[in-house]
């Protein structure tokens, strides 16, 4: 790997510190990984009393707090992430976030979840622009700029930008099964409404001059187990060869009451400007795999430019094909070592992560989470999300993915795609 990039990880929020093996964000290349932060008072490092609003106050005051330590201002969120325990508390979570974006709003997805640590009602993460990369010691591209955008042939919403783009990845608006004409969820099941979420997404990359084969990871959230299969199914549609990283995630509950919400990162090979739009996909898609681990469909690592999105991994043992017996700590173990497998499939190791995210059947496990976790990350340096959920496929106990560097980029136009 070549020194042109360098992982950059900081706890710039000392009080917020303490709350678990991670770093509060790592940065690499031009995009800042921040935890998800919940609603805990630095001061005592508690969560905070009060309702729904108090601790959404406070999640953004922390998200805040951290970036701005790190010189950078709330506009250069591309993503904010919310997960709630109570989708009826989206409006006044809604009335909070206007306070944080005025004017500029970013990529967002929202969804309800079973459980988040510490009992809190709501959980915010956030992905931030990096402009001045993080060569060592010196600047790198101060002048790239963030560009968000919205089209009339999917749908809009004054709380989000349908994609917003920084340096060689557009961050879309997790889509919903709305119809643009009418504004609301359409009729049907899981897989119309799937296929509703797939055209937005369409939609939307077409009004900016991309494909779908330029997604590179894929998140589905449904609010039943069952419907994912249903949804991977309908996505495959979309992708009959080169199949994006793929995370599944079943929730209590999703906005407007959809049964289903897709979540696309796209390539964004002319960058923004300065850049020429002439560039415009010179740094490939390179889809990879390798037989160390389960499972082959879906591409197991998706490099772009400076970033690998492994994705999701249950506890399978890649000899059996079967999911590992035994307890959280065994199956937390073999999440990672297959995470750790496919990072040196491709000449990674786990040093290179600088996200993860965690799914638990049982919000209580963190401790033991983090006990096996440790032995992958002793000095915690990945930013982190960890929310609870309903059920996981297999009835397993975990699920984890993970987002890579991947300091020597990707290779020119010339050079094939390998799925």
Do not use: W
Not at 215 to 233: C, G, H, M, P, Y
Not at 381 to 401: E, K
Request: hydrophobic share 40%; aromatic share 6%.
């Amino acid at each position: 790997m070549s020194n042109f990039n360098a992982i950059s990880s900081k706890n710039p929020v000392s009080a917020l510190q303490g709350m678990g093996p991670y770093s509060q964000t790592v940065a690499f290349s031009h995009y800042n990984n921040l935890a998800a932060q919940l609603p805990i008072d630095p001061a005592s490092g508690k969560i905070v009393a009060g309702g729904i609003k108090n601790q959404a106050q406070q999640c953004f005051e922390n998200i805040k707090a951290i970036v701005e330590g790190i010189h950078h201002t709330m506009d250069d969120i591309v993503r904010i992430s919310i997960f709630v325990q109570n989708i009826a508390d989206i409006d006044v979570v809604d009335e909070v976030f206007s306070t944080f974006f005025q004017g500029y709003v970013p990529a967002r997805t929202t969804a309800a979840v079973a459980a988040l640590p510490m009992q809190a009602l709501i959980q915010v993460e956030a992905l931030v622009s990096h402009g001045e990369g993080t060569i060592p010691g010196a600047p790198q591209a101060g002048d790239l700029v963030k560009v968000a955008r919205n089209t009339d042939q999917a749908p809009t919403s004054p709380l989000s930008t349908q994609t917003v783009a920084f340096s060689h990845y557009n961050n879309l608006t997790a889509q919903l099964p709305i119809d643009s004409k009418t504004g609301k969820i359409i009729d049907g099941g899981v897989k119309e409404q799937a296929n509703q979420c797939l055209s937005n997404i369409k939609a939307i990359l077409e009004s900016i001059n991309h494909v779908m084969d330029d997604v590179v990871r894929v998140t589905i959230f449904a609010t039943n187990l069952s419907d994912l299969q249903t949804a991977k199914e309908v996505l495959e549609t979309s992708y009959p060869g080169y199949v994006p990283a793929l995370t599944t995630v079943a929730v209590s509950a999703l906005p407007m009451g959809a049964k289903v919400q897709i979540e696309a990162v796209v390539s964004h090979g002319d960058g923004t400007p300065p850049q020429s739009p002439d560039d415009a996909r010179n740094i490939v898609i390179k889809a990879q795999g390798t037989d160390d681990t389960a499972e082959r469909r879906y591409s197991q690592t998706v490099a772009f430019s400076h970033y690998n999105h492994i994705a999701a991994q249950l506890a399978f043992d890649p000899k059996t094909g079967k999911m590992v017996t035994g307890d959280i700590k065994k199956q937390t173990e073999q999440c990672l070592n297959n995470i750790k497998a496919i990072l040196e499939g491709v000449n990674h190791v786990m040093d290179d992560v600088v996200k993860i995210n965690i799914a638990l059947k049982d919000i209580a496990d963190i401790d033991a989470v983090n006990e096996a976790y440790a032995k992958f990350f002793p000095a915690g340096v990945p930013a982190r999300r960890i929310i609870g959920v309903s059920a996981l496929p297999g009835d397993a106990l975990i699920q984890i993915d993970a987002v890579a560097s991947n300091a020597e980029g990707t290779p020119p136009k010339a050079a094939s795609v390998s799925a």
